[in-house]
């Protein structure tokens, strides 16, 4: 099991229902996307981010949520990763941290803001362990966190789980799609989006394990 950091007993909701475990084990199952020259550091995010939601979709959860689901007319346009509501009624809500440290607090809002609305009842926040953040030099990997537990505690008030995602092997991505890394088939400032697109327009769903099994 990847580590995990609780709050508010977040670690004993994870063990108890498996749909959770499942999801954090497969997101670690993803191989490291591998793209080397297409920027500084050759861990292709946007290719991870994708296949997370390709993942997430396969096993059953709902993709890009809103915060604020109640209705159409809404006060915030946040939305997260990943959903879904358990068999008991659990509502739980995802987020995917890849990016830029400031992004932190603004994951954490999202989490406030559902539990003071009523929308969601858990919350989960994966980010970099020390191996994958080599690759995307992320300044909030796991470690951060577990230093600074007790900082973090002041901005979460509903059950949460911070959990590690740090890849076991990799994937060559221009060898698996037999690409030239260049500004055409790898351009930059690229998101989510474009990674699901180019998953399945490439045919590597398999080869990156997000196959419901």
């Not at 994951?107 to 003071?116: I, V």
Request: charged share 25%; hydrophobic share 35%; net charge negative.
């Amino acid at each position: 099991m990847a580590r995990m950091l609780g709050f508010f007993g977040g670690e004993y909701f994870v063990k108890k229902y498996p749909d959770l475990v499942s999801l954090i084990e497969r997101i670690n199952g993803i191989p490291y996307p591998s793209v080397s020259g297409y920027a500084k550091y050759d861990c292709h995010t946007p290719i991870l981010n994708g296949a997370i939601e390709i993942l997430g979709e396969n096993l059953g959860w709902d993709t890009q949520p809103f915060v604020d689901n109640l209705s159409e007319n809404r006060e915030v346009d946040w939305k997260g990763d990943l959903s879904k509501t358990m068999p008991d009624g659990l509502r739980v809500f995802v987020e995917i941290e890849l990016g830029h440290s400031k992004s932190n607090f603004a994951n954490l809002s999202k989490f406030e803001l559902a539990a003071m609305m009523g929308t969601y009842d858990f919350f989960l926040l994966g980010v970099p362990g020390s191996e994958l953040n080599r690759g995307i030099y992320y300044p909030s990997d796991f470690n951060h966190f577990e230093k600074r537990k007790e900082f973090y505690k002041q901005f979460i008030h509903a059950p949460c789980v911070i959990f590690e995602i740090e890849p076991s092997r990799k994937i060559d991505i221009p060898v698996e799609t037999g690409l030239e890394v260049n500004s055409t088939n790898f351009p930059t400032k690229q998101g989510a989006k474009w990674g699901r697109k180019f998953i399945k327009e490439h045919n590597i769903e398999q080869n990156m394990y997000l196959e419901k099994l």
